[in-house]
């Protein structure tokens, strides 16, 4: 019966040890999650008519993403200073390759 009480004791103390290692694995995972950089609010247009609010408004979860996307691809935090939407109807297709053909050149770090 001592066998038992010391194996019952030795499982006890290892339960213990794990949720132990499981409560600083999550204040570190905690520690480790980075902020969401939080784009900064466009100017108003001074001589431009308004534009519906549901057309304009960029939900806060797309930002995180773009946010999060910004940082994946540079490898380290990244301001970003504004987020529009593009006006896609319309659009050019040849200036669209040339804003390609220039983005495409720049360097990045």
């Avoid at 019966?1 to 409560?23: G, P, W, Y």
């Avoid at 980075?34 to 408004?57: L, S």
């Avoid at 540079?74 to 896609?88: D, F, N, P, W, Y």
């Avoid at 319309?90 to 990045?108: E, L």
Wanted: no cysteine.
């Amino acid at each position: 019966m001592k066998k038992n009480d010391s194996i019952t004791a030795l499982l006890e103390e290892v339960n213990q040890r794990l949720r132990d290692l499981d409560e600083r694995l999550r204040s570190l995972e905690l520690q480790m999650t980075p902020k969401p950089v939080v784009a900064a609010p466009a100017p108003a247009p001074v001589a431009v008519a308004p534009k519906k609010e549901e057309e304009e408004r960029i939900e806060p979860e797309i930002l995180m993403v773009i946010a999060a996307a910004a940082a994946a691809f540079m490898g380290q935090k990244a301001r970003i200073r504004r987020v529009r939407r593009s006006a896609t109807p319309g659009m050019n297709p040849w200036a669209q390759q040339g804003r390609v053909s220039i983005q495409g050149s720049h360097s990045v770090r």
